[in-house]
């Protein structure tokens, strides 16, 4: 298995851009998380969904945020417009939550690391 | 919050040392786990164990968990250059499918 895939994995922007990040989660997997890590922050848990669904997305900053998952296979996080302090890395990570046999193991992807400038 | 807390911030030890890491959480919890970053890297699961559990052994890893105290400790065995890397704890909570991460500790073995 390829693990979880994101792109870009670097993104260099302008302020007021429009920014899309993209990660494609593990085969089988149906829950799929957005962080973003900073060092003045941490590691913050931005939405995530299960089955598809956002199941909790109160990590989202403000309204320039957004998510989807139109699929299982891929999921979108946008900031519209972007602002010098949206830069961090942004990470994906996917796990086999829920149903029969549920695992809290997240598999991370190797992050995006966004500037914007 | 839920979110978890690493104790030390940072650690530096020699090659061949023993290095560990504690972690404190808040709520109670179904699981604790702890993950390993690499510079420029995502998180990678290095060992989970179960709050009926206290102690779990995976090669150099030892990790034990005292729910009484909400804490647990990741002891790594004769370190290596290579083990050089933040070590989070993440726990999740009954009925939740999210992970509360810590604040990492930054552990750097020296050769």
């Known amino acids: 298995d390829a693990g979880v895939i994101q792109s870009p994995r670097h993104e260099v922007t302008e302020m007021g851009q429009e920014v899309t990040l993209r990660c494609k989660p593990i085969?089988?997997?149906?829950?799929l998380f957005w962080y973003r890590q900073t060092m003045m922050r941490g590691l913050e848990l931005l939405i995530y969904f299960n089955n598809n669904v956002p199941i909790d997305d109160s990590g989202m900053p403000e309204d320039r945020f957004s998510a989807k998952m139109p699929n299982a296979s891929f999921s979108t996080l946008k900031i519209q417009p972007s602002e010098p302090r949206d830069s961090a890395v942004y990470f994906c990570a996917s796990s086999r939550g829920g149903g029969a046999f549920p695992t809290p193991t997240q598999y991370f992807g190797p992050g995006t690391r966004l500037t914007v400038l | 919050s839920q979110q978890g807390e690493e104790d030390p911030q940072a650690l530096s030890i020699q090659e061949g040392e023993n290095a560990t890491m504690n972690c404190s959480y808040k709520t109670s919890i179904n699981n604790l786990q702890w993950y390993r970053q690499n510079s420029g890297r995502g998180l990678v699961h290095l060992i989970l164990i179960r709050s009926n559990e206290r102690e779990k052994h995976s090669g150099r890893l030892r990790v034990t968990l005292d729910t009484s105290k909400k804490s647990s400790s990741l002891l790594i065995t004769a370190s290596r250059a290579a083990d050089t890397a933040s070590y989070f704890c993440a726990t999740d909570a009954p009925g939740a499918n999210n992970l509360f991460f810590g604040t990492g500790t930054r552990l750097t073995v020296i050769p």
């Open positions: 085969s089988g997997h149906n829950s």
